[in-house]
């Protein structure tokens, strides 16, 4: 990005002022004609660097439209549908001429999203954020960014777009802790959290990327890292697509059909058996 005028000029002063074979050069007179000349360099300077911005945003254009459109592309699509927005005239980039930053923004409600490639077909997962959790888009959504993502990809290829209820995941720790630091409720003694445990192993689902993995041990360790747990023995880990009535176990990892998860009922989903070690 070019520097302005100002910015160049003061660096060529600074320079002069530095040098010591340039001591003569000591007017501080704007009329000066040694500071006329910083004035004049800088100006040819900052010439050059709107000529060399303007030079690499066509070259990057260029470059955007003759590449093949990666997943990270689809991802990146995805995260710019704008509900109610226009397309300009033949592209895949939007219109927003009359909006001021705060509709665009409001436009924007896709908050989440991954794409990945599943038998020759790309599955695109997005979600928007809801009174701070990641909530599925609604039906009217969901036919507005479908209708988007087609307009916009590469002729013959096959979309997938998936936004769905979180998975379920349930999970039964034995938290063997210290009786100095904790109570048996796993409450702190010192009256600063009365529920800190719990409130890492929710922590947890909401720090996982977005499509990312759920790893039990990653959650051992969250758990781990409280103030006052000793040892968190993970007795029972299971989750399920939230259309799926039956639980699978997780016994090392599991990749959330919906991209993401939660604890739908607290009390019967994160059971924690707290024990004095």
Not at 48 to 54: G, I, N, P, R
Not at 173 to 183: G, I
Not at 215 to 235: F, M, N, T, Y
Request: aromatic share 8%; net charge negative.
């Amino acid at each position: 990005m070019a520097r302005s005028i100002s910015e160049i000029q003061t660096q060529i002063i600074a320079a002069v002022q530095a040098d010591t074979t340039l001591s003569g050069l000591s007017s501080t007179s704007v009329t000066a004609i040694w500071r006329l000349w910083t004035f004049v360099v800088a100006t040819a300077i900052w010439t050059l660097e709107v000529l060399f911005d303007a030079f690499k945003s066509e070259v990057t254009e260029l470059v955007a439209a003759q590449k093949a459109h990666t997943l990270r592309w689809y991802q990146t699509k995805a995260l710019a549908f704008q509900l109610g927005g226009t397309l300009g005239a033949g592209s895949d980039v939007y219109n927003n001429t009359g909006l001021t930053d705060d509709q665009v923004t409001a436009q924007k409600i896709v908050t989440n999203a991954a794409v990945s490639e599943v038998d020759n077909q790309l599955i695109i997962k997005v979600a928007k954020t809801v009174s701070g959790e990641l909530q599925p888009l609604e039906s009217g959504e969901i036919t507005a960014i479908t209708t988007y993502l087609t307009e916009i990809k590469d002729a013959g290829v096959k979309l997938i777009l998936r936004s769905v209820a979180a998975d379920r995941l349930k999970v039964v720790v034995d938290v063997y802790y210290d009786a100095t630091v904790l109570s048996s409720t796993g409450a702190r003694l010192d009256g600063t959290s009365s529920t800190p445990v719990q409130e890492a192993a929710k922590a947890f689902l909401l720090e996982l990327p977005f499509d990312g993995q759920f790893v039990k041990s990653h959650l051992v360790d969250k758990l781990q890292a409280v103030d006052g747990v000793i040892v968190p023995e993970i007795r029972l880990c299971q989750a399920r697509r939230n259309d799926d009535p039956s639980f699978s176990a997780v016994d090392v990892f599991y990749q959330p059909f919906s991209g993401f998860l939660k604890y739908y009922t607290p009390s019967t989903d994160l059971i924690l058996n707290f024990i004095a070690a």
